[in-house]
């Protein structure tokens, strides 16, 4: 998503895999998404939405039919509305980061047929000098233990 903007300087800093969190009844696979009550990152706005698409289309079949169906909601915010929903019993699972399923407690499964996206720090042209030094900041050991911390693997280059 990044390439499509005009940015000062950008990198890489973790990896992260996606998981299906859910209540009841375990969900061991994309395709069993299928009929429940569910919600899935919007692939318009987010990278993990953009990730889980190709994984369902790639094993599932038609990912427009599958979000056309009334019980799939398409997050309008963000992907973070997932854990909330799924608290609250308005949906049964979602999609998201494994190291949200691993924050917030769910009960979750990575399917071994997965995939890993990679998350960026960007400083866009107009940034002031103080946004400059946070953003080498980001780059610092002390950022990575942080995020190493929540089980996210580091892979910035120093």
């Known amino acids: 998503m990044l390439e499509k903007l005009s940015v000062r300087d950008k990198f890489e800093y973790v990896e992260n895999d996606l998981a299906i969190v859910y209540t009841g009844e375990p969900v061991n696979d994309w395709c069993e998404l299928r009929g429940r009550r569910v919600a899935v990152p919007n692939p318009i706005t987010e990278g993990i939405g953009e990730l889980f698409r ?4 790639e ?21 973070r509305e997932i854990p909330q929903l799924l608290q609250n019993g308005i949906i049964d699972a979602g999609v998201v980061w ?9 009960k979750y499964t990575a399917p071994p047929r997965n995939k890993t996206g990679k998350l960026a ?21 002390d950022v990575k233990h942080l ?5 996210f693997k580091w892979v910035a280059k120093p």
Do not use: N, Q
Not at 54 to 57: A, D, Q, S
Not at 61 to 76: A, P, W
Not at 147 to 151: D, L, N, P, Q
């Open 54 to 57: 190709e994984l369902y289309t």
């Open 59 to 79: 094993y599932c079949g038609d990912y427009t039919e599958f979000i056309g169906r009334g019980s799939v909601y398409l997050t309008r915010i963000h992907h």
């Open 98 to 106: 494994r190291t949200k399923a691993i924050y917030w407690g769910f």
């Open 121 to 141: 720090f960007a400083l866009m042209p107009w940034a002031s000098e103080e946004a400059a030094r946070l953003f080498e900041f980001l780059r610092s050991d």
């Open 147 to 151: 995020y190493e911390k929540y089980g």
